[in-house]
């Protein structure tokens, strides 16, 4: 059933597709460019937009659903947002057995016909702040397709929001920063850099675009979720417009964010390893799974053993567990199975565990015997949902401290040169662009971001040597 | 804000437009036939959802997502399938700013893309049955359309399954019909007729289709929800085969089923009065409203009124619950506003109340004085749950005693002639599509249903006198 998988040291993009696809987690469609969400990773899924969602809610926003058609003369109405989108559209000419007099874009993002909605809904400002979310599929048209990173069609949430000053927009902008690094953070375990988009780099459209920012195994960065302060530039194109409460008209001001698909590939990236996923406890589908082992044509056994394993299941309240008692699969065929699978925590149990009164606890995040205990029968309705929390604390810190050893500070422009090849560079940026297309040209790396935490004092631009107050984070990006 | 809505019994169509756009559920999008969700109308399709995700998952189904567009060349496969969607499909011819080679379909329904996959997927007798569901939208062209009850994308849930034996995907196929019914009936109050649709209305490549159909307030007839036994049509036509136990390949056998946001209008339908929606408790995105009443000028009441309030909040345990303190709008104008949304209950509080240690109870089934009950201020908490249980229930009888006194059994044609007009017609129908032509060109009304309960006996074709087997369920229909 299982190939073997490639090491992540040989062939990083191949190992990344194997892995996917032998854990059932997606696969390539008929269509190019067009993904599969298979039920393992669509539990996955699952699991991170309702953490999302439970955030978004607690915050106000109420979800909705907007048309999965727009008309192209609204793409076309916020210059810069078309120039962005244009070449990335699926563009729809026939509709019931005739041709449209306007084509209908399938869409790639909303603000335009959510703009349009809310010029309808906005009159007053009794009416804002509008918080509104959609869980929704978008296509962007893809030439180098690849599962969950980069796919024509993709799953996402966007949020679009309508606030009557400009300061509750950044506000609100900030706020979902805020809720996307918390949620990467403690949830997906992936230690995210928050911080401002470069002026290059931005939301075709926005202001101001915020993103979280991740390093995954092979030491590139992605953008794991992007909140943008839109201004009123979609306003404006739009015509939302609210009467203030001195009678006066007056333009709103805009947010949109999102999250994607995209999480997926971030979290399969920053915690697989050779033998394949490792999931974080958080949101992983099956938390635990349990493997009864009994010798052949032991029939008695097997019933105190499975007596045994009810006997757990009974005591595991809130844990999401699957007990496989496939005994026509080897014991190690069915553990390689779920370590390919992520699954953070195995029992093994057995008739010499059973007259022991212990099982065999093994950590996913910790292979071999280096992350095999023994924990007595009665222990393990306590200690299951502790190991859970632990290994969930220790993938954080382990994908921190990696990403930690291969981040550097280089004091010259050679120097950055050099060390951008191993990883993430943090150095000072005078904000020019012309900097930022040298170290692109030159080094294929971008700036990520420019971290919201930003060290006291300023210093010399690492490219051009003119000062620079910020640090920025270069690297090479998905 | 609210203009006066038109009685149902003056213009039902025109009522259920001004009541579903009045109370904030949808409104039309400015492409022609697409609908927008507005956050009232989405929180009670999240509930919808919710309400039927946990039924699919008890019984073993998994979510996925497959793609939104479809291969021109797959819709082709399945001869009737092709016939019976052609003249609705959504086609996309451009994508990255170039004509594609093969045209892509907007996917009106999903089995020739999931019956490809499935065939890449099932090898053997082991793999089956594969039991996914995916949350998807769809797009059909229409050409009239209606909010929730036609719209050219629509939202729904797709089950799709493979099974090794015909007999095992007929009891996935009643098995699902048995969930809807369910929760039709339970959560959403609406008494439900499962049946069997005449060959003439089964879905285009399917051997047999079963269907829920319920009674709207005008007395027509809507299909709520379909289960679809495919017989090998889709295995034959995409090569889903599997090897045997003795190792014989053989064809699967599949099903598809499909609840909509149709629910959506069947619920505003079968419950709707002229003051606006009605929402069943256990769908209802808030459940009670409490408005608390002050006379202008009087800070001292307003902060004992809002203080009761907050007692009572706290008491009220698992109850969605709004507060309403908008002060600045008259209790007149709040009360209309919660009836027109459809909220089951309200409570009512003012410093009279405070005093007497009681609150108004009104119930938005029973409008006016008949539905409020005074309420002491220590029984709310047992008051309120309670009472939702009972507004489910007294919703449920009432649709039941409009659909019965609704439902005629004619005994000749000319007596169905003139009962038709008035309801649902139950009836003997011989088998014949010619007489089932015969009454929808006389009449305009179609078999809605062979209903799963029949009486016993026999007797004669209400249309020819033919000998007939089966009493059929007539309608006009949406």
Redo the contacts between chains.
């Keep these: 059933m299982f190939d073997k998988i490639v090491p992540r040291s040989e062939d990083y993009a191949k190992w990344y597709t194997q892995v996917i696809r032998q854990a059932e987690m997606a696969?390539y469609?008929?269509?190019r460019g067009?993904?599969?969400?298979?039920?393992y990773?669509?539990?996955l899924?699952?699991n991170v937009k309702a953490q999302l969602d439970i955030r978004f809610k607690e915050t106000g926003h109420?979800?909705?659903?907007?048309?999965?058609?727009?008309?192209m003369s609204?793409i076309e109405k916020e210059a810069e947002h078309v120039e962005g989108f244009?070449?990335?559209?699926?563009?729809?000419?026939?509709?019931?057995?005739k041709k449209l007099e306007e084509?209908?874009v399938?869409r790639p993002t909303s603000e335009t016909?959510i703009g349009?909605?809310y010029s309808?809904?906005i009159q007053s400002y009794r009416d804002l702040p509008v918080l509104?979310n959609q869980w929704?599929?978008v296509?962007r048209?893809?030439?180098r397709p690849r599962l969950f990173l980069r796919t024509?069609?993709f799953?996402w949430q966007e949020g679009h929001t309508a606030h009557a000053t400009h300061e509750e927009a950044v506000e609100e902008t900030l706020r979902i920063l805020d809720i996307y690094t918390d949620f990467a953070v403690n949830e997906a375990a992936i230690p995210v850099i928050p911080g401002r988009k470069s002026e290059s780099e931005k939301f075709p459209g926005a202001l101001t675009s915020y993103t979280i920012e991740a390093m995954m195994g092979d030491k590139r960065a992605l953008q794991a979720g992007t909140s943008h302060d839109l201004g009123q530039n979609f306003a404006k194109a739009f015509d939302i417009q609210y009467l203030d409460a001195h009678q006066k008209q007056q333009h709103c001001w805009t947010t949109s964010w999102g999250v994607s698909t995209r999480m997926i590939g971030a979290i399969i990236m920053t915690h697989g390893d050779d033998q394949g996923l490792v999931l974080p406890p958080r949101l992983a589908p099956t938390q635990l799974v349990i493997v009864p082992i009994v010798p052949k044509n032991r029939a008695d056994d097997k019933q105190a053993v499975m007596q045994a394993v009810d006997g757990i299941c009974e005591t595991l309240n809130g844990v999401r567990y699957h007990v496989d008692d496939r005994f026509d699969y080897s014991p190690g065929w069915r553990f390689n199975e779920w370590e390919l699978k992520g699954v953070p925590l195995r029992i093994e149990i057995g008739p010499r565990d059973l007259s022991n009164q212990q099982v065999v606890l093994a950590r996913r995040d910790i292979p071999g015997k280096d992350g095999k205990t023994f924990v007595p029968m009665d222990n393990i309705a306590e200690t299951v949902p502790q190991m859970l929390e632990t290994i969930q604390a220790d993938m954080l810190k382990r994908a921190t401290e990696f990403r930690d050893a291969n981040t550097f500070e280089p004091e010259s422009y050679d120097e950055f040169k050099a060390v951008i090849e191993d990883g993430f560079a943090r150095a000072r940026w005078c904000g020019d662009a012309a900097c930022e297309d040298k170290v692109s040209e030159e080094t294929q790396a971008t700036i990520r971001c420019i971290p919201m935490e930003q060290p006291d004092g300023d210093g010399e631009c690492i490219v051009c040597g003119k000062p620079a107050e910020e640090i920025a984070v270069f690297a090479r990006a998905y």
Tied chains: 1, 2.
């Design positions: 696969d469609s008929p269509v067009c993904m599969v969400v298979r039920p990773g669509y539990a899924w699952e109420e979800n909705a659903a907007f048309p999965l058609f727009i008309p609204f244009k070449p990335e559209l699926a563009i729809v000419t026939h509709g019931g057995g084509p209908l399938v016909i349009y909605m309808q809904w509104i929704a599929n296509v048209w893809e030439l024509m069609e799953f």
